[in-house]
């Protein structure tokens, strides 16, 4: 990342909490600091009520890198905290007097590519992790969210889609041209042995000390689709009695899935964990990993589950099939297809040496397509443009 050395650089995301957008901006803040640039990261809370700044936050402190809380960014929409944002984000930028803003996520991309226009930064760059238009709403909605998405486009003068579906499906209409696809990448991380995670992760609940874990790692939205999980989950239950759902992450959809847990009776069966700091660190406690999404962009939690060997089933949707090769690293279902995640999760449970020949094929995928040197490497090219 030399060509970035000595330059001033901005990292603007919605929220501070953990996921899959945060370890990007993680991973590119750290290494433009390694390289010699000047970084500064900004971020709303966790969009939670009572939250404060998250664990995005608290890495970025611990690297020693600054960072800038406006508590607006993470608010729920409303034509106040919108207004409020972009004003901070527009004083933000004039005062920093940035060489290059790169936005992340859709709320941070709209507001911060205009407000970044008006203060005349010199490169804007927003990476899409996924567009919001392709979730499930209604087609007034969806085409509101598309013309925002446009807007953006438009403003910034470059745009990161991280997945060849993203790629395609950009609003980029007579801005095609600003359009790069750079994959997710995740660079190797030491992972502890399946008894130390079991332990970590679970250490009062018996029932999981010999069961076979499905692990779910998702934040709990509704893209995330933890309740198509867990009513396939269910019918694999009645037949397979020692197969455990694992779900680690949190989110406002946490009461509603404990409800669809008591109306299943599997709360013997199902288990959510919380939310749990390098959580990908204990993924050999796990038997399959299982991604059962309505949207995706390029997950990291599945390039991960593939650092880390893992059978994996997920969600045809997004560019989660430029990763997996439907039967040949992995199974693929159709988003909302509760009939078809029960049986790939039924196949896999019961032929345990075709489940870890995908494990097997799916780290190799990984470790030659998605690394995060690669990406690092193609992000700066679109940054020197």
Not at 266 to 272: D, H, I, N, S
Request: charged residues 25%; glycine residues 8%.
């Amino acid at each position: 990342m030399e060509e970035v050395s000595g330059k001033r650089i901005l990292y603007v995301i919605t929220k501070s909490n953990w996921g899959g957008a945060q370890a990007y901006v993680y991973a590119l803040a750290a290494h433009a600091t390694e390289a010699g640039a000047e970084v500064v990261v900004v971020f709303g809370g966790t969009g939670r009520p009572e939250g404060g700044a998250g664990l995005l936050a608290e890495r970025l402190a611990e690297a020693d890198i600054r960072t800038i809380t406006l508590p607006s960014l993470a608010r729920e929409v409303s034509l106040g905290s919108e207004w409020r944002a972009f004003r901070e984000l527009r004083e933000c930028f004039k005062r920093e007097q940035p060489d290059l803003v790169h936005l992340n996520s859709s709320k941070a991309g709209a507001l911060g590519a205009l407000a970044a226009r008006l203060s005349h930064v010199p490169r804007i760059v927003f990476t899409a992790h996924g567009w919001p238009h392709r979730e499930p709403r209604s087609w007034p909605v969806r085409v509101l969210i598309w013309l925002a998405s446009w807007v953006t486009v438009l403003l910034c003068h470059a745009v990161i889609a991280v997945s060849e579906c993203d790629c395609r499906g950009a609003p980029a209409l007579l801005a095609r041209r600003k359009v790069r696809l750079v994959h997710n990448g995740v660079a190797p991380f030491t992972l502890v042995s399946r008894e130390e995670a079991r332990r970590f992760l679970a250490p009062d609940i018996r029932v999981l000390e010999k069961a076979r874990w499905i692990l779910v790692p998702a934040e709990l939205t509704r893209n995330k689709g933890v309740d198509f999980a867990i009513r396939a989950f269910a019918g694999v239950s009645t037949n397979i009695d020692d197969a455990a759902l694992v779900v680690v992450g949190d989110g406002e959809e946490h009461g509603r899935l404990m409800k669809l847990i008591q109306e299943y009776g599997l709360e013997r069966r199902v288990f959510l964990l919380g939310f749990v700091p390098e959580a990908r660190r204990y993924f050999h406690a796990a038997d399959i990993f299982l991604l059962s999404s309505r949207k995706e962009g390029l997950p990291i939690a599945l390039l991960e589950a593939g650092v880390a060997g893992l059978p994996a089933i997920a969600s045809r949707t997004g560019g989660i099939p430029e990763v997996i090769e439907h039967e040949k690293s992995g199974l693929l279902v159709r988003p909302g297809n509760i009939d078809g995640l029960a049986d790939a999760l039924t196949r896999l449970l019961t032929k345990p040496e075709e489940a870890r020949a995908y494990g097997a094929r799916l780290k190799k995928v990984v470790q030659e397509r998605f690394s995060e040197e690669r990406m690092l490497a193609e992000t700066v090219d679109v940054y020197s443009e």
